[in-house]
């Protein structure tokens, strides 16, 4: 799968299936981001090969790896599965072979170690690592107050220094970074070494817009039916 933008719109990616529109991590929101002419739709796995962002945080009545995998095989989207732990990496890959989606699918965690096991059993899948993690709290700051904020624009600053070490740390080809944290120099610190930028998350058609202007490759995006719009990509 190509990430890297060209001269046209940044890829747009549903984010946890369209968690604006229907619950995160469901059929329904996977269903939601097909209607609405995603490029890619990216969901959660944990434990147990079942779509949930956390143990605590699984849907009712949980989708399987498979089942979300044979849905998405059928609908000809792009496919991005996040591995929130460690332990389960082969099986992920297994499963995107026996649905044949290597060849439109991306693989990511926010765990630089599990990226470097997703690297050693399936060297020629995009594998994105997340930065930062929830813990350092930049997920909290809202733009355009994020500009203001001390801490935003200090790790905005030292974001673009950090990039190449964290992206061989992690043996990544994508770099899927908050959009707080996104800028110029980071993007193209990105791909001075390679890497395609995954913007996360935004909806708005401001901040889409923004993002754009930015350089991004991907837009990861809770409501992509307002994302393309603001993007004049929306066809139907």
Not at 107 to 127: F, H, Q, W, Y
């Amino acid at each position: 799968m190509n990430l890297r933008r060209a001269d046209g719109r940044p890829l747009v990616i549903g984010h946890r299936g369209a968690a604006g529109v229907a619950p995160e991590n469901t059929l329904a929101s996977l269903e939601a981001a097909v209607r609405a002419g995603v490029d890619i739709v990216e969901f959660d796995v944990s434990p147990g090969l079942v779509l949930a962002h956390s143990h605590s945080e699984t849907p009712v009545g949980a989708l399987t790896l498979d089942r979300a995998l044979e849905y998405l095989a059928a609908a000809g989207v792009g496919v991005h599965v996040d591995v929130k732990l460690g332990g389960y990496e082969r099986d992920v890959v297994a499963a995107l072979h026996a649905h044949g989606l290597e060849g439109r699918a991306l693989v990511s965690t926010a765990l630089p170690r599990v990226g470097r096991e997703l690297a050693r059993v399936a060297p020629a899948l995009p594998r994105a690592i997340g930065y930062p993690r929830d813990r350092l709290g930049v997920s909290r700051f809202r733009w355009p107050a994020a500009p203001t904020s001390a801490g935003a624009a200090a790790l905005r600053a030292v974001v673009p220094l950090r990039i190449p070490l964290l992206l061989r740390q992690a043996r990544a080809t994508v770099l899927a970074l908050h959009h707080t944290l996104c800028s110029r120099a980071a993007v193209a610190a990105a791909h001075r070494s390679g890497a395609a930028v995954l913007a996360w998350p935004v909806s708005d058609a401001a901040g889409a817009l923004r993002l754009a202007d930015l350089g991004v490759d991907a837009i990861v995006s809770d409501d992509p039916e307002t994302t393309l719009f603001a993007l004049g990509a929306r066809v139907h």
